[in-house]
């Protein structure tokens, strides 16, 4: 069993920055890719960018490419994920997730474990 805590959402302006985490609990999160999703108001949840294990491998949504950044500290058992230049289309809840495989995924039903979210909001 793998518990997931996300923080540091809030309000931030346009053009501005978050660092959003995500604490694992247990001592098996290097098993796991790790994934950030996001899902806005009225629309399907979605991945923004993915991790694998060890972290040498990333992916990211084309909408996020070059704005936002994923990184884990397996030492720490938490997952990041940096987000620049912050758009208003970027408002959402954010959630982290973990799924028992070496290689980073963008596929919901590849991921076990969920964290409860967390919201950014982004005003224009």
């Known amino acids: 069993q793998v518990q997931l805590v996300e923080s540091g959402g809030g309000l931030v302006q346009a053009g501005g920055s978050l660092r959003l985490s995500c604490a694992a609990s247990g001592r098996t999160f290097s098993s796991y890719a790790m994934g950030w999703f996001r899902q806005a108001p009225g629309k399907e949840r979605e991945i923004a960018a993915s991790?694998?294990?060890?972290?040498?491998?990333?992916y990211y949504a084309d909408s996020v490419k070059g704005r936002f950044t994923i990184s884990r500290d397996n030492a720490q058992n938490t997952v990041y994920l940096q987000m620049n230049s912050l758009k208003s289309e970027d408002t959402a809840v954010y959630y982290c997730?973990?799924?028992?495989?070496?290689?980073?995924?963008?596929?919901?039903?590849?991921?076990?474990?969920w964290g409860q979210g967390t919201q950014v909001t982004v005003s224009s």
């Open positions: 997730a973990a799924a028992r495989r070496d290689r980073p995924t963008t596929l919901q039903s590849d991921y076990n474990y």
């Open positions: 991790i694998s294990w060890g972290g040498g491998s990333t």
